[in-house]
């Protein structure tokens, strides 16, 4: 049985990685960040997701809810730039590979980001802020 697949905030591009997952026989579970703004824009895509999930800002119903729909949860990934944060937070939450929580503002910002490069020996551009 293949894991199921958690995608954050499936918009845009995002719902072509859905769709993906879904051509290659995952079960989709969907967590949107505005269920009221991108629930027309994605209807059709959300159709073919297990189960949508609403994020009011509590992660730790999300995580229960989420639980709830699969014991198996193997990937957990971002659909847009605005799920970036959260699907890192739920990805460490289930243990699927992910990005080390504590250099999340190394992916977000990019003085930070050079700085994380420098301090791991690579060189990098000078910044001057």
């Given at each position: 049985?293949?894991?199921?697949?958690?995608?954050?905030?499936?918009?845009?591009?995002?719902?072509?990685?859905?769709?993906?997952?879904?051509?290659?026989?995952?079960?989709?579970?969907?967590?949107?960040?505005?269920?009221?703004?991108?629930?027309k824009?994605?209807?059709?895509?959300?159709e073919?997701?297990?189960?949508?999930?609403?994020?009011?800002?509590?992660?730790?119903?999300?995580?229960?809810?989420?639980?709830?729909?699969?014991?198996?949860?193997?990937?957990?990934?971002?659909?847009?730039?605005?799920?970036?944060?959260?699907?890192?937070?739920?990805?460490?939450?289930?243990?699927?590979l992910?990005?080390?929580?504590?250099?999340?503002?190394?992916?977000?910002?990019?003085?930070?980001?050079?700085?994380?490069?420098?301090?791991?020996?690579?060189?990098?551009?000078?910044?001057?802020?």
């Amino acid at each position: 049985m293949k894991p199921t697949v958690v995608v954050v905030d499936p918009v845009s591009t995002g719902k072509c990685v859905v769709l993906e997952f879904v051509n290659r026989g995952f079960n989709v579970l969907a967590v949107l960040l505005e269920l009221k703004s991108n629930l027309k824009i994605c209807q059709d895509m959300l159709e073919a997701c297990q189960q949508v999930f609403s994020y009011s800002g509590d992660t730790q119903k999300l995580v229960q809810e989420i639980e709830a729909a699969s014991d198996n949860i193997g990937v957990v990934t971002a659909g847009c730039e605005n799920g970036v944060e959260l699907a890192n937070e739920l990805a460490h939450h289930f243990g699927t590979l992910s990005n080390p929580p504590e250099m999340r503002l190394a992916r977000r910002n990019k003085y930070n980001m050079g700085e994380a490069v420098r301090a791991a020996g690579v060189r990098a551009v000078e910044q001057s802020f």
